[in-house]
């Protein structure tokens, strides 16, 4: 019913930056909050970052919450289905493979969903 493709991943080096865009498609009513993960090799899947929807249209009024390695280099951004990741003065401990996450209500059966992408790979290495 809802699919969420990641783009934007690769190879970057150490202290450069790169976008990673997410779009949801299918049968979607509303999209209450989109986020990323990341998961390195060797480790458990962990939050990167989530943007929740305020009581506006367009999402206007949302809040953002940041994991801590990631505060002041990573910007979450959200426009209508899509979540955007900018990530800047990226470090090695970056490398993940990462996931985007949406909290959908999704149609025609009001049926309330957690959906995944499938992951894209980011390499921060020189």
């Known amino acids: 019913q809802v699919q969420l493709v990641e783009s934007g991943g690769g190879l970057v080096q150490p202290g450069g930056s790169l976008r990673l865009s997410c779009e949801a498609s299918?049968?979607?009513?509303?999209?209450?909050?989109m986020g990323w993960y990341r998961q390195a090799p060797g480790t458990e899947r962990e939050l990167v970052a989530t943007i929740t929807s305020g009581g506006g249209r367009n999402y206007v009024g949302g809040s953002t919450n940041y994991a801590d390695p990631v505060k002041g280099r990573f910007t979450i951004s959200r426009d209508k289905n899509t979540v955007d990741l900018q990530m800047n003065i990226l470090k090695p401990e970056d490398t993940a493979v990462y996931y985007c996450?949406?909290?959908?209500?999704?149609?025609?059966?009001?049926?309330?969903?957690?959906?995944w992408g499938q992951g894209t790979l980011v390499t921060v290495s020189s």
């Open positions: 996450n949406a909290a959908v209500l999704a149609g025609p059966t009001y049926k309330f969903l957690e959906v």
């Open positions: 299918g049968s979607i009513v509303s999209i209450s909050a």
